[in-house]
């Protein structure tokens, strides 16, 4: 057997120990370059270094960035629900100031009016423009019956606020009603000029407005007669006022003199009315 099969382990590992003294001993000195060894291994790890560097730092970044866009949601959660809550309160403000005339009259005609009133939301209405046939939310329960008047606090001309006709109940639930307006084509209604005393009958038609006839074709009815209601038949309270004559008409053929009238609700806002009961009617026909 020879020296170095038999010593080969030692050999190896006294090799190894004298690599390392030499290579200790030679970065411990200060020194103004490296060797080629060194510069060979540098130049191999180099761009392996760089790698894994840029790896670590794009890792930690993400993980900040996560960090980051987790906050942002929670945040942005917040802050959807903040811009939520202030549309809500600006929707708020708005129908406020949109139905600002409507309750000053509303309460102006509660303060002044003769009648005992219950006030009612309107919650449907059947398909149009108008608001010729629509529901509300009272009925039995709230003492409301089939033939009561349905009235709106309306500003005349005169800035003087009081009842203006808007129709009659002629459905009843437990807590709805229907209502037909003045404006419907199968509502009609007896009237007065306020100036004249003359009377007529007028009706619905379907742009929204009223027509009818004097009963007197000789009435000195003109443009601006102010008409009210004038109880005859019992079917409405009399004196609360329906609209303005737009117009007048006599044709040689006819008897009687056509009018048309400017109703005084506005029939394609109507949000809240008040119910005048049958036995009002009943006391003051």
Known sequence: MS???????????TTVAIILIIVIGLTNKDRASLSMGERFVGNILTP??????????RTINLL???KHIGGLREENKKLKL????????NRRYEDLIGKSPHLKEE???????????KPANVIGKEPGNWFDRFIIDKGLKDGIAKGDTVIQGITKDDNVIEEGMVGRIIEVGDNWA????????????????????????????????????????????????????????GIFVKDIYIGEIVEVEKRDEQLMKNIIIEPAVDFKKI???????????????
């Open 3 to 13: 020296l170095f099969k038999k010593y080969r382990n030692r050999i190896i590992v």
């Open 48 to 57: 392996v270094q760089k790698v894994f560097y840029g790896i670590s730092h």
């Open 107 to 117: 309460a102006e005609l509660l303060k002044n009016t003769l009648y005992s009133l």
């Open 178 to 233: 229907k209502v037909i307006s003045i404006i419907d084509e199968n509502n009609k209604i007896s009237f007065k000029s306020i100036r004249t005393q003359d009377g007529g009958i007028i009706s619905g038609n379907i742009d929204g407005r009223l027509s009818g006839y004097l009963f007197d074709a000789k009435a000195d009815v003109i443009k601006g007669d102010k008409l009210f209601t004038s109880g005859l038949g």
């Open 64 to 66: 900040g960035d996560l």
């Open 82 to 89: 903040k811009v939520a809550e202030l549309e809500d309160s």
């Open 271 to 285: 949000h809240r009315v008040f119910i005048i009961p049958n036995e009002i009617v009943e006391g003051l026909n």
